[in-house]
């Protein structure tokens, strides 16, 4: 992992849906040593604590990369005000472990909610061989689904109401494709709801899975020791560290609260 | 070192190149900053607090933000001393900086044991956490009494030759008395402060942000706490004072020292702007041109209260 402190250029700014937003950054540096599954972390002015947000594509060629965010606090709000045209000062590219991608052939790649950007730079990896899933709430929550396809990849939109795409949620869309499908690897991003469902039917299915955990940050490089999440390390309870030992995990080394 | 370094500072005994420490638990051993400047930049480290075995720490979250600060609740969450002896250690040492070992225990005993274990090593200095909120049974019960701050002083004195400070709790009444209860068990120095208990409860779920419940508040908001601690502490006892908390500018560091600071420690103020330390060093030696001082140090304690 190697990552820098800088300000970068906002070249664009979208609004994807309601308090959605779309930055893509001009930073060659950052984008050039940047992998699917990690992070940057981003300055909200006025803010003690930079706010991790995922990479969510990568153009090594133009130097570029995109990250798309929620308003979910003060923080975020702090960061929508951001302009095209104006600095976003990051760490990046953040997190010593993104996803595993090279020894695999096909894929399922799934993305809850807002954990569906960073899922946008595996579906791009895997193109034609990758089946993309991704779950909202409703239609007005629905992002990515054009970027989704235009990678090659099978989409399949649900939403929890029905009013976009199948009614209903991921794993079942993710059940029904492994009555047809065996694929190398399951990709997930989203609530730990989805994710633990995700992981026991990857394992009673026999397929590995890789899933990219939140957790509260600070440092965000490893040294403070306060993103915390529960694993299990050579049999032994450990507790990680999102920041730098993920964000992404092996479905069997995670361990979710009772 | 060059003696017209005007940064430079003897802090019981040792040399630093510059009065900037990053402070224990904000810093990891190091290794992670190395990405953003080479540790040389730096007067010292004083590395995450090491406990006699590994800790696992508390549950998550362990962070809460507040206005201009933070609430943590880490646990001491550490590989142990002897993974830091053997391999952290032996790393820093190569970086051209002063290192500091922080220490903490549950019991007397543990202080003894990992201090007698560092006094075989080539460490600089020992700082002595006896004000860690985090753990139940930590050192924070040793450092709210004045005899639980001897007690612990005396322990480790006892089991080393290398220049000890005591880090002291902001959660006390009078922090003078603990200082100087230190001070007369033979430590060599002092630091302050370390976190100021607190806690935030999410009003949406009702529990408190923290698993822990509750954590210590650091950052630019216990900042003026820590001035009006570091000048008590300074003006009650003769060994010099390390400062800390909230610092996060240069103007900041000028201000610790003037309350009586001789060298500073910097922690949450690192998770916003990784670069302050660079930055700050850069304002003092503007500061020190500009005001035409011979050393930086000439300005220690030279607050004129009213
Ligand atoms: C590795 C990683 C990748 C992420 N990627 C994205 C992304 O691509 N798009 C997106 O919209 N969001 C993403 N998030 C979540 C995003 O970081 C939070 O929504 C954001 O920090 C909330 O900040 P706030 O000020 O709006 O909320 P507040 O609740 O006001 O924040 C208070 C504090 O809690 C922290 N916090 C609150 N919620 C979270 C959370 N879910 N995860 C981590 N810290 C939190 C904040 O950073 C801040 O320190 C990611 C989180 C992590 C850990
Ligand atoms: C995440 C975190 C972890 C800490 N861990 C330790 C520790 O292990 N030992 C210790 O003596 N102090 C610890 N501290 C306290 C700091 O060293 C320092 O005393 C305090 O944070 C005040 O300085 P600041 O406001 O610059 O952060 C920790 C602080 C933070 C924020
Ligand atoms: S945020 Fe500091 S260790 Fe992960």
Redesign the pocket.
């Known amino acids: 992992m190697k990552y820098t402190q800088g300000k970068y250029l906002i070249l664009s700014k979208k609004t994807l849906a309601k308090e959605i937003y779309d930055l893509t950054i001009l930073c060659p540096d950052v984008a050039a040593a940047a992998k699917p599954g990690q992070f940057v972390n981003v300055k909200a002015d006025g803010f003690m604590l930079r706010r991790p947000i995922s990479i969510c594509s990568i153009d090594k060629n133009k130097g570029t990369l995109r990250i798309i965010f929620e308003v979910r606090g003060e923080g975020t709000k702090a960061m929508s005000q951001l302009a095209e045209g104006s600095m976003i000062d990051i760490v990046a590219p953040l997190g010593g472990r993104g996803f595993k991608l090279e020894q695999y052939e096909t894929a399922v790649i799934i993305g809850g909610g807002i954990g569906n950007p960073p899922m946008l730079a595996v579906a791009e990896k895997f193109g034609a061989n990758g089946t993309v899933i991704s779950g909202f709430r409703n239609a007005a929550a629905v992002i990515l689904q054009d970027d989704f396809k235009a990678t090659g990849a099978e989409t399949i939109l649900c939403t929890d109401d029905g009013s976009a795409g199948r009614k209903g949620f991921v794993t079942d869309a993710l059940k029904e494709v492994l009555e047809t499908k065996k694929p190398d690897i399951i990709y997930a991003c989203g609530p730990d709801v989805m994710l633990r469902r995700i992981i026991e039917i990857a394992k009673a299915n026999g397929i590995k899975c890789q899933v990219s955990l939140e957790e509260r940050m ?1 440092c965000g490089v490893g040294a ?3 993103c915390a999440c529960r694993t299990i390390r050579n049999g032994d309870e450990y507790y990680a560290h999102v920041c730098k030992d993920g964000p992404v995990f092996n479905a069997e080394e995670v361990l979710f609260d009772e | 070192m060059s003696n017209t370094n005007k940064l430079a500072v003897n802090f019981c005994g040792v040399d630093f190149k510059n009065p900037l420490i990053p ?4 810093f990891g051993y190091g290794r992670e900053f190395e990405h953003f400047y080479p540790l040389s930049t730096l007067g010292g480290i ?1 590395v ?2 090491t406990t006699g075995t590994k800790r696992n720490g508390n549950l998550p979250p362990r ?1 809460a933000e507040t206005p201009s600060g ?1 609430l ?1 609740s ?1 646990g ?1 969450q550490n590989p142990g001393v002897d993974h830091f002896i053997k391999i952290e250690l032996p790393n820093l040492k190569t970086k051209d900086t002063v290192i500091i070992a ?1 220490i ?1 225990g549950s019991t007397a005993d543990e202080y003894r044991e990992i201090a007698e274990k560092l006094d075989k090593t080539d460490v600089d200095m020992i ?1 002595v ?1 006896i ?2 909120p985090n753990v139940k049974a930590g050192g924070a019960a040793f450092g709210v009494t004045c005899e639980g701050a001897a007690s612990i002083t005396k322990i480790v004195r006892a089991a080393t030759s290398k220049p000890v400070m005591m ?1 002291l709790s902001p959660n006390v009444t009078n922090i003078a008395e603990i200082a100087k209860a230190v001070e007369a068990e033979g430590a060599d120095a002092v630091s302050l ?3 100021l208990l607190g806690m935030r409860i999410d009003i949406k779920t009702r529990r408190p942000i923290l698993h822990n419940n509750v954590g ?1 508040l ?2 630019p908001a ?1 900042f003026p706490v820590a001035v009006r601690m570091v000048w008590q502490v300074a003006n009650a006892v003769n060994i010099p004072v390390c400062g ?4 996060s500018r240069w103007e900041d560091v000028v201000e610790m020292m003037m309350a009586g600071a001789k060298t500073i ?5 690192l998770f916003a702007n990784p670069m302050a330390p660079v930055e700050i060093i850069e304002g003092l030696e503007k500061y020190v041109s500009d005001n035409n001082l011979n050393s930086l140090q000439d300005i220690v304690g030279t607050v004129k209260p009213w």
């Open positions: 600070g403070c020791l306060v | 402070a224990s638990g904000a004083s995450k607090g962070i933070m943590n880490v001491l922080n903490a700082e956490n004000s860690c880090k402060i370390n976190t210590g650091s950052g216990v800390m908390g909230g610092i420690q910097i922690g949450a103020a």
